[in-house]
Nanobody, 130 residues
Framework: QLQLVESGGGLVQPGGSLRLSCAASIFTLDDYAIGWFRQAPGKEREGVSCISSGNSATFYADSVKGRFTISRGNAKNTVYLQMNSLKLEDTAVYYC???????????????????????WGQGTQVTVSS
């Protein structure tokens, strides 16, 4: 059973940066599409960014485009979310999620919708405040 653990959250001032990590309990996440989601108090969960399996296509929500970057680490069981120019409205609990490549298909293209994802981490709090 794949387990995901997020880390790297914290308190940061507007304009600051954080890097979130999503570490898996398996050797490699290469066969998994990974998504980052966030949920602020009183709001619905929102897809922020995702990366397809095999380090292929990436996608970003319009609200974070140009400020956030998703990437796979040299350690193949980790995916990062670099967050720059943070805004007050980025405050939320951030979750990573994973879904495996379908057998006999070369890639699993990721999506910012939550439905396909099978495995979820517990979340890490990001607070942007002055």
């Amino acid at each position: 059973q794949l387990q995901l653990v997020e880390s790297g959250g914290g308190l940061v001032q507007p304009g600051g940066s954080l890097r979130l990590s999503c570490a898996a309990s398996i050797f490699t996440l290469d066969d998994y599409a990974i998504g980052w989601f966030r949920q602020a108090p009183g709001k619905e969960r929102e897809g922020v960014s995702c990366i397809s399996s095999g380090n292929s296509a990436t996608f970003y929500a319009d609200s974070v485009k140009g400020r956030f970057t998703i990437s796979r680490g040299n350690a193949k069981n980790t995916v990062y979310l670099q967050m720059n120019s943070l805004k007050l409205e980025d405050t939320a609990v951030y979750y990573c999620a994973a879904v495996r490549r379908i057998l006999f298909q070369p890639l699993r293209i990721c999506t910012l919708g939550a439905d396909p994802y099978e495995y979820w981490g517990q979340g890490t709090q990001v607070t942007v405040s002055s």
